[in-house]
């Protein structure tokens, strides 16, 4: 069964450093996402992103926040000058149609940021 | 503000008997809505949707009820099994982006 995947599975970094969390939605899925998860707390969103443009994104997905699909199969998180909030699980994405309650969701990136 | 959310932060079941788990929403327009499960250490898992023009859809195990007239669904889950144990989430679609609320912790007890 296809899956989307992303890596690495832990990154630590320290605060300011920019971190890049990547990310391989299923391939005949046309759907992205980023959401984060704050240990034991909510899954939160963070943007959508669909035809090489951002669909939506929330209050958290500031300036310090980029996503870019850079070839035909990686979805990538920017994160430009990291602080110590940003500390959280990320999770990648995707589905195969707009509108879909039907998101298939990666194994997440812990990121640590010291 | 939260647009759904859940009653209960953990819920308790002897292994064989039936699962409930409740979620409230406050949108009376809101139509479509999602129950995911996640496992620890992974990523939120799709389990049913339902919407609004239906007020109970059934899958492999599982029930959902909506009551839009209180704003309530439920997830029930049947013989409840040691893989059931998870966090459960009741999640809004909006459109480009589904909003999760907070989840529900299922302890199964042998």
């Known amino acids: 069964e296809p899956e989307v995947t992303q890596t690495p599975s832990h990154q630590v970094t320290q605060m300011g450093q920019e971190v890049i969390l990547r990310c391989v939605p299923i391939?005949?899925?046309?759907?992205f996402y980023w959401y984060r998860q704050i240990l034991g707390q909510k899954v939160e969103f963070l943007v959508s992103?669909?035809?090489?443009?951002?669909?939506?994104k929330s209050e958290i997905f500031d300036d310090q926040f980029s996503v870019e699909r850079p070839d035909g199969s990686n979805f990538t998180l920017k994160i430009r000058s990291t602080k110590l909030e940003d500390s959280a699980m990320y999770f990648c994405?995707?589905?195969?149609?707009?509108?879909?309650?039907?998101?298939?969701f990666g194994p997440g990136t812990r990121l640590t940021v010291t | 503000g939260e647009s759904v959310g859940l009653h209960l932060p953990t819920l308790s079941v002897q292994e064989g008997d039936n699962s409930i788990i409740n979620c409230a929403y406050s949108?009376?327009?809101?139509?479509?809505f999602i129950w995911y499960k996640q496992e620890s250490g992974k990523g939120p898992q799709f389990i049913i949707d339902?919407?609004?023009?239906?007020d109970k859809r059934q899958g492999q195990r599982v029930t959902v009820l909506l009551n839009k007239t209180v704003k309530h669904l439920s997830l029930q889950i049947a013989a409840t099994q040691p893989g059931d144990s998870a966090v459960y989430f009741c999640?809004?679609?909006?459109?480009?982006?589904?909003?999760f609320g907070k989840g529900t912790r299922l302890h199964i007890l042998p």
């Open positions: 999640a809004e679609n909006m459109g480009d982006k589904i909003i």
């Open positions: 992103f669909y035809n090489n443009e951002i669909s939506e």
């Open positions: 339902i919407r609004s023009n239906m």
């Open positions: 994405a995707s589905s195969e149609a707009a509108g879909t309650g039907a998101l298939y």
């Open positions: 391939s005949n899925h046309l759907y």
């Open positions: 949108n009376s327009a809101s139509d479509y």
